[in-house]
């Protein structure tokens, strides 16, 4: 997970504003997935469940490729006023996209859209291959306790080199880490706890069998559940998640995956 590159740095404006390929990382999740999805194509088990990756290709249209300007002023050129927080994947920020929540397949049109952008950090412990699986994840999910990914960028030949961006409903709560260990926030109600601890269950739940396949969410932690506006817990995070074991195998990695100091509870 240390590692971060670039691929595709040769393909056209065009190209790389499209929907992700899936076949960028010769040794990580999309390779993986590529093979799996090869190997599901030319088995004539014709029941056999869908691969991660076919299910992307169904459902990658929903996601809306953004353009960098577009993120750039919908976030004031991503404004330090405007940063809502900082991991390993990058710096968030608040964005105010011109674009009506209708446009983007959202309930409650209210002409304004508020959005989280997370913006990848080119030097820090995530990359490409995070960004990727996050992509490709979120867009076959849907789920009320799973954050909502509007859409994503991806250039390669703007002046800073590439950029790798996500975008996501905006959770006006913060996260559930804020306001269990944060003494500026009020401490939660018992009831309201209950009603977290119920929703992320459900959501691993959803995770694990509402699936057509079954996603390993291995990022399970406070600060990766964040709050809407009514406490209604939302997990969020997914580029360390990854497929579970497909057509009839038992074996899935089981290398460590996760935050230094910290270990999702699958491996304590
Ligand atoms: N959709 C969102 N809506 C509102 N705030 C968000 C959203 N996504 C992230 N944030 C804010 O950005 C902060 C940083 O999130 P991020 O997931 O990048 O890091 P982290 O979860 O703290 O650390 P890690 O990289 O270990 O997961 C969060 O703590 C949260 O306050
Ligand atoms: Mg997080």
Redesign the pocket.
Known sequence: MGCFYLRERNKTKKQSMSSPTLTVDKDGFNDEMSQKANKSCSSVVAASPRSILELYEGRAHELRSFRLAELRSATSNFSRDLK??????GS?YKGFLKTSRSQLGLRNDNGNLVV?V?KLNPNGMQGHKQWLAEVQILAVVDHPNL?KLLGYCATDDGEQGPQRLLV????PN??LEDHLFNRAYPTLPWKTRLSIALGVAKGLHYLHEGLEIQVIYR?FKS??V?LDEEFIPKL??FGLAREGPVDGQTHVSTAVMG?YGYAAPDYV
């Open positions: 809502i927080g900082e991991g390993g994947f968030v989280a997370k954050v996501y409903e905006f959770m913060k996260t990022d600060s990766n964040l969020s995070d935050t």
